[in-house]
């Protein structure tokens, strides 16, 4: 449950900061004030993408064999985890830009009356991340093996969005103990060991599929440390992947997903240190 809470909440912000700069720039542009509306129906027509794919994920579960829905749910949690790894990494790259970069296509919208425009632009930004959101849930309750608890984890969905409002006031508020600069940073750690535990969820799939070789099993047993049953280790197990007693190829491609998440958000940091200005949530309206 708590997986499910995070994700709605540190999706929910980054949403929430897209929209937030938007409405603050056309509130105070005499000229933009006629695309609120505009602005609105984009969130609600990028709402209704991401719920729409929520339909159609469901629906291919439910039309395959058990082999099939094994198969579906290990390429599930390999796609959640390649999007959590690529989301931080975009987040890292644009993120000193984006406030500018949404004021500066919103500003040429509504110099040419493009209305439509803005609501594309705002139902894409808001589809994204709904759609992220969407194949992470679905990642993290496949891989949970706790599909029949709907109501907890909607429970979890509603208080993960509704401290995602509380965090975006406070951050907006400013201060130095939180800024959006360390919540970006924090939220990205969390974030990676998440998609770490999704990786390893895929590999259990694999290897009771006969897919993936176990080359040793166990590697090792640390059950009588740390279990994963309850606890610190099921913490754990939940956030970073840990498993008492993993399979060798298991620890390998564990231990390969951490060299190539750090390569690629070093490439990405790259190009953000040579750009001028602060961070997008030092500044975000």
């Known amino acids: 449950m708590e997986q499910v809470g995070f994700i709605v909440w540190r999706e929910s912000v980054e949403a929430l900061l897209v929209v937030g700069i938007l409405y603050a720039w056309l509130r105070d542009d005499p000229g933009g004030r006629r695309g609120l509306p505009w602005l609105w129906g984009g969130v609600a027509c990028g709402l209704v993408l991401a719920g729409l794919l929520a339909l159609v994920l ?35 790259a644009h993120g000193r830009g984006l406030k500018r970069e949404l004021q500066t296509g919103a500003g040429t919208m509504v110099r040419c009356n493009r209305w439509w425009g803005l609501l594309a632009l705002v139902m894409i930004a808001v589809a994204r991340e709904g759609s992220e959101t969407v194949v992470f849930l679905y990642g993290v309750i496949l891989s949970s093996r706790d599909e029949g608890r709907l109501a907890s984890m909607l429970a979890a969905g509603l208080i993960g969005f509704g401290a995602a409002l509380l965090t975006f006031w406070v951050l907006q508020l400013g201060g130095r103990l939180i800024t959006w600069r360390r919540f970006f940073k924090v939220t990205e750690i969390l974030l990676l060991l998440l998609a770490g535990a999704l990786l390893v969820s895929a590999t259990d799939r694999l290897i009771s599929l006969e897919v993936l070789p176990t080359l040793v099993d166990p590697a090792w047993d640390t059950s009588w440390l740390l279990d994963t049953a309850g606890g610190l280790g099921k913490v754990l197990a939940d956030f970073a992947g840990y498993r008492a007693y993993p399979a060798l190829s298991q620890v390998l491609i564990w231990l390969a997903y951490w060299v190539v998440a750090l390569g690629v958000l070093r490439r990405a940091s790259r190009p953000a240190a040579a750009q001028p200005g602060s961070p997008v949530g030092d500044s975000a309206a």
């Not at 395959?64 to 290990?74: K, N, P, R, V, Y």
């Open 58 to 92: 469901l629906g291919m579960a439910s039309w395959l064999s058990d082999t099939g829905q094994e198969w579906f749910q290990a390429l599930m949690a390999l796609a959640a985890c390649i999007l959590v790894v690529q989301m931080v990494a975009w987040m890292r």
